[in-house]
């Protein structure tokens, strides 16, 4: 089927036909003025001239357009076949260099959409956030990071719409107006959970290509507050608690020393203090010490295998004598398919140690202690079952906590030192378990220990002689 070819406009067919027949219609002027040529004859070769040239235009007019129309469809990105023009090789070799050259500047914006990709997914793998600030503070760009962190953003607004932290914006303003900023900004972004942010300000040597002229990263420092208010903690309260019976020890040896030297009475009952706030300093000195070791070896996994049932036993057996004065009871429940686990088997021994003893500390004199051991979900689970008052919601999450406890007074009373939890969340943390407590007021406690097995240690052993 022919090409259909758009109507031509009367104006452009008639000014490019006057174009094309001026110089015959000069000569043939000439020629008549001279006398080579008669008027008529000139007449009909001006009128022949004229037809070819009307129909040599035409056909030009549309070579031209469909050479517009080429152009414009390879300007939107299509892909265009390259017109045939028989009357004109020199626009058909200009419309082959055309499409030669779109066909390159495709490969190139190809390219370019490969780098920008990449370069986003490269600034979406940062684990900062990161955002992207123009000249006028406006946020053009940010990476998966932030968004996580800070929820939906729109760019093309100002920062303090994603950011109202004054600290931070203060900073950026003085990057964009040329001050150097050396410090990060440290901002805190509201929760749950509550987040504190090292902002880094960074002016770019020039804005990229979408405008971006400061970049500002953003360092999460919240663990790090958090194991500085920790140490600070744990520092104050260690000194506190061995500056009270240290105290105690420095009063009782200059009374000792002064009125009450030759006082026998006195002297037998100051030694007995002393060597109860010895005690209580010796104790909390072996289970900082314990902790610390239980600490340094958390990321190496144990590889002892360790039989339960025999080392409950053991434990029951040797703080009967501690249940005993308070009349308390200890009872346990051990299955006969207790698989073994793998750990080691002095770090279990004091984190149940630890629980057994707070148990038998704190329930009410009269009741029983229940231990339970049996197998779970391929595992084994340890459940310690005291008769207590109990324990009120709001401490639950901060029991393992070094120094935390729920009745300073009579922990203290009881000779605690307020680390057993602590280090009893240590040692499952190396063993791969885990801790979790129930409680109700008036009623009592219990804290369960689940841990993994031992691999092919679940099948049943035959009893000793069948």
């Known amino acids: 089927m022919a090409e259909l070819l758009p109507p031509l406009p009367l104006r452009r067919h008639l000014v490019a036909n006057a174009i094309a ?26 009128g022949a001239i004229t037809f070819v040239t ?40 200009l419309a082959g260099g055309v499409a030669a050259l779109a066909r390159l500047w495709r490969r190139q914006r190809a390219s370019i959409d490969s780098l920008s990709a990449s370069a986003q997914a490269i600034v979406d ?36 719409a994603t950011l109202r932290q004054p600290a931070l914006l ?19 972004v509201p929760g749950p959970p509550e987040r504190i942010l090292a902002a880094h300000v960074a002016v770019l040597p020039r804005p990229t290509d979408d405008g971006s002229s400061v970049l500002v990263v953003l360092h999460d420092m919240t663990a790090l507050r958090r194991a500085e208010r920790m140490r600070a903690d744990f520092v104050a309260n260690a000194s506190h608690e061995l500056r009270t019976p240290l105290a105690s020890l420095v009063g009782f040896v200059e009374t000792l020393r002064g009125s009450a030297r030759d006082d026998a009475e006195a002297r037998d009952r100051f030694l007995g203090i002393m060597a109860e706030q010895t005690g209580r300093m010796r ?47 200890l009872r346990l429940q051990v299955a006969a398919d207790l698989p073994a686990v793998i750990g080691d088997r002095d770090e279990l021994a004091m984190a149940f140690q630890n629980l ?12 029983q202690v229940m231990v339970e051991a049996a197998p779970v979900n391929g595992g084994v689970r340890l459940v310690v079952h005291d008769q207590g008052e109990g324990i009120a919601a709001e401490h639950l999450p901060r029991l393992t906590e070094r120094f935390y406890r729920v009745d300073t007074a009579r922990s203290r009373q009881m000779g605690g030192t307020g680390l057993g939890l602590a280090i009893v969340k240590h040692v499952l943390n190396r063993h791969r378990g885990r801790l979790e407590v129930t409680s109700t007021v008036g009623e009592g406690s219990s804290f369960t220990v689940l841990l993994p097995a031992e691999q092919f240690s679940t099948t049943a052993r035959k009893p000793a002689g069948s």
């Open 21 to 46: 027949l001026a110089p015959s219609g000069v000569a043939l002027v000439v020629l008549v003025w001279i006398g080579a040529l008669p008027l008529l004859h000139a007449l009909v070769a001006f």
């Open 54 to 93: 009307a129909i040599v235009v035409r056909r030009y007019l549309l070579s031209v357009g469909r050479f517009a129309r080429f152009v414009e469809a390879l300007s939107h990105g299509d892909e265009a076949e390259v017109p045939r023009f028989v009357l004109s090789p020199a626009a058909e070799e």
């Open 125 to 160: 793998g940062l684990p900062d956030p990161l955002l992207g600030i123009d000249r006028n503070r406006r946020v053009v760009r940010f990476n998966r990071a932030a968004s996580t962190l800070l929820g939906p953003i729109e760019t093309g607004r100002d920062l303090s």
């Open 170 to 188: 203060d900073a950026v303003d003085a990057a964009l107006a040329g001050t150097p900023v050396q410090e990060p900004a440290e901002i805190v």
């Open 283 to 329: 104790r909390l000195v072996e289970d900082l010490l314990s902790l610390s070791r239980i600490e340094q070896r958390e990321h190496e996994p144990p590889t002892g295998r360790v039989e339960l049932g025999p080392l409950l036993k053991g434990l029951v057996e040797m703080l009967e004598m501690k249940a005993r004065p308070r009349d308390v009871t």
């Open 356 to 367: 057994i003893d707070n148990a038998v500390k704190y329930t009410r004199p009269g009741t």
